[in-house]
């Protein structure tokens, strides 16, 4: 059956008429922004999507999500022609919105203490991108920029019993909702994913997971979450109470400072270590106070390794095995994660898992050069698609 599917999608593709050089755009076709049916320019759309995963989830989150679509200028110019689709995952900052706005970089730069700033584009983003198609050498692909911003800050993409399932949310209803509404090539031969910080963790582990969903991954500056870095978010824990003068998490605004370690600590409790019966947060952190000192707890230690990176690529390696890229960086400065993520190089090495592993620099910290690296990323998952006409 599959096959059979698989070659009819092929034949339609090959019987797909040549795109007019000139097209005037069909009333009957509303979603189509003006600008872009008239001038033949690649653009943003936006829709609204109601998501049963997320549904009754513990931390009140909405199952409505907005959803950000980049469309090829050729969507409008040829109206038969069929797209890959790459889709991209958010960390921080969380929302569905992150690559198109520069304010929520500030708050996250101030508020995390970084180094260094995001490299937004000063054209702004929907240029930047076109020109990535026009001039770059990326290949026509449609972009699904989705929401999955929790309560306290991005989601890992993992099913969770607190913040809802936001793995299914993705896998299952999302890239069944673009195929539907959107002339994409509904196979995984081309369909990719992409991801930065959470969504380059979420983005690794959902292809790994689902090689018949998504056969390529990009993933940006990867995060992880060994001992180390737990204990010294812990001991943070009260500096940061001190300098707002609140204690724990507040509810995470992208457009406003937010308080980094705090919900940062608790917004991975919530995925990995979730716990409905324990409120306010329902999750268990993984270390505890004894004599004002911060240590971690073994046994809730162990489950976040279980779930780490690290772990996870030895536990799916069928899966890594059929994915035709395997891409992700991270910065030769940013200090929490460099090492992981070089380890985590040498073990698929070990594994003798195809994939690219790059490091980056001047100045090389975890948001600094991301639209650089991004549109690096972009171009070659949009170069690594069969062709298709």
């Not at 706005?101 to 708050?107: A, K």
């Amino acid at each position: 059956m599959k096959t059979k599917v698989l070659i009819l999608i092929l034949l339609s593709l090959f019987l797909l008429p040549a795109c007019q050089e000139e097209y005037e755009a069909p009333d009957t076709d509303a979603f189509l922004p003006e600008k872009a049916a008239t001038a033949g320019e690649g653009t943003i759309v936006t829709e609204m999507m109601h998501v049963k995963a997320l549904e009754g989830n513990l931390l009140g989150d909405p199952a409505d999500r907005m959803i950000r679509v980049y469309l090829p200028k050729s969507y409008y110019t040829c109206p038969e022609k069929h797209f890959p689709v790459i889709y991209f995952l958010h960390g921080t900052p969380a929302w569905g919105g992150m690559l198109m706005e520069p304010e929520p970089y500030e708050f996250f730069y101030l508020s995390a203490q970084l180094p260094a700033r995001v490299d937004f584009p000063e054209e702004g983003f929907l240029p930047w991108l076109n020109n990535l198609v026009d001039n770059e050498g990326m290949k026509e692909a449609i972009i699904v920029m989705p929401d999955a911003q929790t309560k306290y800050g991005p989601s890992l993409y993992v099913n969770s019993t607190v913040e809802g399932n936001y793995e299914d949310y993705i896998v299952n209803e999302l890239v069944s909702f673009i195929d539907q509404k959107y002339r994409t090539i509904p196979h995984f031969n081309w369909r990719a994913i992409s991801g930065h910080c959470a969504g380059a963790i979420g983005s690794l582990n959902i292809a790994m997971k689902h090689p018949k969903v998504f056969r390529y991954v990009g993933a940006l500056s990867p995060s992880h979450f060994p001992e180390p870095l737990i204990l010294y978010m812990a001991n943070f824990l009260a500096v940061e109470d001190e300098m707002w003068g609140v204690e724990g998490p507040l509810a995470y605004d992208p457009f406003a400072p937010f308080t980094f370690v705090n919900n940062g600590a608790v917004m991975l409790a919530q995925a990995w270590l979730p716990n409905p019966d324990n409120p306010p947060y329902y999750c268990d952190l993984p270390f505890e106070f004894v004599n004002g000192e911060a240590v971690i707890i073994p046994e809730l230690m162990q489950k976040i390794s279980e779930q780490g990176l690290l772990s996870m690529v030895q536990k799916n390696r069928i899966g890594l095995k059929q994915l035709k890229e395997v891409y992700f960086d991270c910065g030769v400065n940013d200090n929490f994660y460099i090492e992981a993520n070089t380890m985590m190089h040498e073990q698929l090495d070990a594994m003798h898992i195809k994939h690219q592993f790059e490091t980056y620099d001047n100045p090389g910290t975890h948001i600094s050069n991301l639209y650089d690296r991004l549109g690096k990323a972009w171009i070659l998952l949009s170069n690594d698609f069969p062709d298709h006409e």
